[in-house]
T-cell receptor, first 113, second 115 residues
Framework: AQSVAQPEDQVNVAEGNPLTVKCTYSVSGNPYLFWYVQYPNRGLQFLLKYITGDNLVKGSYGFEAEFNKSQTSFHLKKPSALVSDSALYFCAAGRGGSYIPTFGRGTSLIVHP | DGGITQSPKYLFRKEGQNVTLSCEQNLNHDAMYWYRQDPGQGLRLIYYSQIVNDFQKGDIAEGYSVSREKKESFPLTVTSAQKNPTAFYLC??????????????FGPGTRLTVL
């Protein structure tokens, strides 16, 4: 079975400060990892994904994520937070084949002016 | 929200009624999915489909039914057997097989409320 944990329900950060949203996963074999963002009453939007290769993945809106195999983590980061980054962030993990990616419970990011 | 549309945006249902949520995509994607979102529980997979006339149950299929008569359309029916249907429902699609490394494209969602 595969699972995803987002240990923080909410992350608060001041505008201009760096942000990190944490994600750990449990997947047999080589994982596929995704980050999505959801604004209120909207669908999810894809931010970035890791399949293979460079452990640092760059995505939309200045976000990046670092794959760490030994810690089974895929934390989302941004060097300088914007108030407009405030949203719900979901991590998802899969492993190919017939296994649909599993989503975490989501982390609410609040960026204070 | 890309090329996926969901309707209606808001839906109210009386107890004992079946209701159908529409999902249409013009992305030419093979795979389509239905998720249910509840506060604090993330996304839970209801059904998914890889090709026309074929679909598979997800983790919480009880009380729901789907059809895939056309590649572009994947409607979800919430039946009276679903005891707690009030939730936000999201439809998604992706290129290729459902378990591939391709990201999913999501519709704007339908908020269903049981009166």
């Amino acid at each position: 079975a595969q699972s995803v944990a987002q240990p923080e329900d909410q992350v608060n950060v001041a505008e201009g400060n760096p942000l990190t949203v944490k994600c750990t996963y449990s997947v047999s074999g080589n994982p596929y990892l995704f980050w999505y963002v959801q604004y209120p009453n909207r669908g999810l939007q894809f931010l970035l994904k890791y399949i293979t290769g460079d452990n640092l993945v760059k995505g939309s809106y200045g976000f990046e994520a670092e794959f760490n195999k030994s810690q089974t983590s895929f934390h989302l980061k941004k060097p300088s937070a914007l108030v407009s980054d405030s949203a719900l962030y979901f991590c998802a993990a899969g492993r190919g084949g017939s296994y649909i990616p599993t989503f975490g419970r989501g982390t609410s990011l609040i960026v204070h002016p | 929200d890309g090329g996926i549309t969901q309707s209606p945006k808001y839906l109210f249902r009386k107890e004992g009624q079946n209701v159908t949520l529409s999902c249409e995509q013009n992305l030419n994607h093979d795979a389509m999915y239905w998720y249910r979102q509840d506060p604090g529980q993330g996304l839970r997979l209801i059904y998914y489909s890889q090709i026309v006339n074929d679909f598979q149950k997800g983790d919480i299929a009880e009380g729901y039914s789907v059809s895939r008569e056309k590649k572009e359309s994947f409607p979800l029916t919430v039946t009276s057997a679903q005891k707690n249907p009030t939730a936000f429902y999201l439809c998604a699609s992706s290129i290729g097989n459902p378990g591939s490394h391709n990201e999913q494209f999501f519709g704007p969602g339908t908020r269903l409320t049981v009166l």
